[in-house]
């Protein structure tokens, strides 16, 4: 089981009762994390060691409202009127196949996990292929 190391972070805990933001360490075990608190880590040693200097570490953002098939289309009807915009999209997606709406959710949820998003409600065409690329 390998091991994660993270210090010298701003952590920010995002817990229901409101605990302030501190200068620690968070510790993984696998998938799992194993500890945290502020200051230094009573065990310095890990697989891998991050110095978090400068940087906050948070709780993963939730997105509960996504259309992973639209980063294909993204850009492609800017400035169009409302209903004209539905209309072009619309046509569009109909056009869609199982494995572009596979390439669009991959390319979706690879941008939502570089800006920090660990779960997503995402309202696809293609459910099973939605379900391969999250996989």
């Known amino acids: 089981m390998s091991s994660l190391l993270i210090r010298d972070a701003?952590?920010?805990p995002g817990t229901p009762d409101g605990a302030p933001p501190f200068a620690g360490w968070l510790r993984v075990e696998g998938r799992t994390v194993a500890g945290l608190g502020p200051g230094d880590p009573p065990d310095p040693t890990a697989d891998r060691v991050v110095d978090g200097c400068e940087r906050a570490l948070i709780p993963g953002l939730v997105n509960a409202h996504a259309h992973s098939h639209s980063s294909?289309?993204?850009?492609s009807a800017e400035g169009l009127p409302l209903e004209a915009w539905l209309r072009l999209l619309e046509a569009e997606q109909r056009r869609l196949t199982e494995?572009?709406?596979h390439a669009a959710a991959l390319a979706t949820y690879c941008e939502m996990l570089l800006g920090g998003t660990t779960a997503v409600l995402d309202m696809c065409l293609h459910p099973r292929a939605a379900l391969r690329a999250a996989a």
């Open 72 to 75: 294909l289309t993204r850009g």
């Open 99 to 101: 494995e572009e709406a």
């Open 10 to 12: 701003l952590i920010v």
